[in-house]
């Protein structure tokens, strides 16, 4: 089933001058024709498990003034520390496949000048005789930078030179305060219509922006700062046998998710358990049917039923198909080189199994 030396070579050949760029940048389009003695190579996949697990995290940032919070603005419950809190929001499981590269083949299509294979670029078979595009794996979203704590640039935009200067943190907490009842009075006076020059329309609504704008920047040196947003982490996990509740991570409260080994987290278990495993394909009367020659292989998965469990409830609980547990089998070459009646062959990318097998446009 496996020619090394075949493979090799065809490969090479294959890299040199069978390969042509398709509409989309994730797939190649090989074709069978005489400078490549019609052979193709592809390896059929390895199933991994895409886990994605979303986590929101709230920083809290402590104001320089907390401590005259109540003393000057009567607000009993200021952020005092900066700390953070994390918590779980959801988990998701996606099974995608990677090519094993134990696992290559070369299927000779002699006679079938014109028969093509769509693959990914890392080699995963997509499709015969048929245009076919790669299923896109959502990516890992960019981690955003923590907010800072508040900078001197942010006091010279909201404090009077009176505060900046001043050495006593008292009193620049009182200057503050002072700030912040002003803001309180011009807003009322523009609201009510009682400012002694009042703008119409755009102009009172920009005023009416830039005052709360202050305020907020002022009322944080007292109360400090909340903001909270969401982090994804991603992470990949090829079955390779049955395992049962196995520590695949940890959350922690206060740091997020954190490894399997560390103790400061609670654990997250995944746990595999096989529920079918793949079987050769028979015939009318029952019995194995033989492997064409030449064979254009294809994957008979089995079945496992994978858990995620957390806190004592499940987060994951399904089925999915996976490419190991089942067996590598083919269809017979003549199927895709027929110039009356060719057909056509999509496979699952995640399993390397049969997605779909028709006839297709006769070849030229």
């Excluded at 009510?192 to 944080?220: C, F, H």
Aim: proline share 5%; aromatic share 8%; glycine share 6%.
């Amino acid at each position: 089933m496996r020619h090394k030396s075949l493979i090799q070579s065809a490969v090479a050949l294959l890299m040199l001058c069978g390969v042509t760029a398709a509409s989309a940048q994730q797939t190649q389009k090989f074709t069978a024709a005489k400078h490549n003695e019609y052979g193709l190579v592809y390896s059929l996949p390895t199933t991994h498990f895409r886990i994605e697990v979303e986590m929101e995290k709230t920083v809290y940032k402590a104001g320089p003034y907390y401590q005259y919070a109540q003393r000057y603005l009567s607000v009993n419950n200021p952020v005092t520390e900066d700390s953070q809190l994390w918590k779980l929001k959801s988990v998701s499981i996606t099974p995608y496949g990677v090519p094993d590269e134990e696992n290559r083949y070369l299927i000779q299509l002699k006679g079938g000048n014109g028969v093509f294979l769509m693959m990914t670029e890392d080699g995963l078979p997509l499709s015969i005789n048929r245009e076919a595009v790669e299923e896109n794996i959502p990516k890992r979203p960019a981690k955003k930078k923590d907010e800072t704590s508040l900078t001197a640039e942010d006091l010279v935009m909201v404090l009077p030179g009176e505060l900046l200067v001043s050495e006593s943190t008292a009193k620049r907490a009182q200057i503050a305060a002072q700030e912040i009842y002003k803001i309180r009075e011009s807003r009322t006076a523009f609201a009510t219509g009682e400012a002694d020059q009042m703008p119409d329309g755009e102009a009172l609504k920009l005023i009416m922006s830039q005052l709360d704008e202050q305020e907020r920047a002022l009322m944080a040196l007292f109360c400090g700062r909340e903001r909270t947003e969401t982090i994804t982490k991603v992470f990949d996990y090829c079955p390779t046998e049955e395992v049962d509740r196995e520590v695949l991570f940890r959350i922690s409260k206060y740091d997020g998710v954190v490894k399997s080994d560390n103790l400061g987290g609670d654990p997250v278990y995944i746990s595999v358990a096989i529920t079918q495993q793949g079987e050769l394909p028979v015939d009318e009367k029952g019995e194995v049917k033989k492997l064409p020659k030449n064979a254009v292989m294809y994957n008979i998965p089995g079945k496992a039923r994978v858990t995620l469990r957390y806190g004592g409830k499940n987060l994951v609980d399904k089925e999915m198909d996976v490419s190991q547990f089942g067996i590598d089998f083919g269809l017979d070459p003549s199927l895709f080189t027929n110039k009356k009646s060719p057909s056509y062959l999509l496979f699952y990318p995640e399993t390397g199994a049969i997605k779909e097998i028709g006839t297709a446009t006769p070849l030229q």
